[in-house]
């Protein structure tokens, strides 16, 4: 089994900034895509930023110029560093492992993480 654990969320000011961390846990072999997506209250869950094991970037238009994903393909891990965070940026991220390969498992499979908090409030 695979587990995704997020950290690096909480309170902040506007203009301030996060940096969110994930790290994929478990026997994998390798993961197609891993990704950050947010839901806000009354809100569906939507695309925040996505990079490919080639490390590809792609964002949502809210974000650019703001927001930078990468990873490291050594440890399972992918960041999401946060700048000039906005009020309309608070929501739950879920950390999204796509296309995970494990030992012993014929095909990929996509992984959520549990979620974490992320406030932008004075």
């Known amino acids: 089994q695979v587990q995704l654990v997020e950290s690096g969320g909480g309170l902040v000011q506007p203009g301030g900034s996060l940096r969110l961390s994930c790290a994929a846990s478990?026997?994998?072999?390798?993961?197609?895509?891993m990704g950050w997506y947010r839901q806000a209250p009354g809100k569906e869950r939507e695309l925040v930023a996505q990079i490919t094991s080639g490390r590809n970037p792609d964002y949502a238009d809210s974000v650019k110029g703001r927001f930078t994903i990468s990873r490291d393909n050594a440890k399972n891990t992918v960041y999401l560093q946060m700048n000039s965070l906005k009020p309309e940026d608070t929501a739950d991220y879920y950390c999204?492992?796509?296309?995970?390969?494990?030992?012993?498992?014929?095909?990929?499979?996509?992984?959520w993480g549990q979620g974490i908090q992320v406030t932008v409030s004075s």
């Open positions: 478990g026997r994998i072999f390798s993961i197609s895509t």
């Open positions: 999204n492992a796509d296309g995970t390969r494990t030992y012993g498992s014929m095909w990929p499979r996509n992984y």
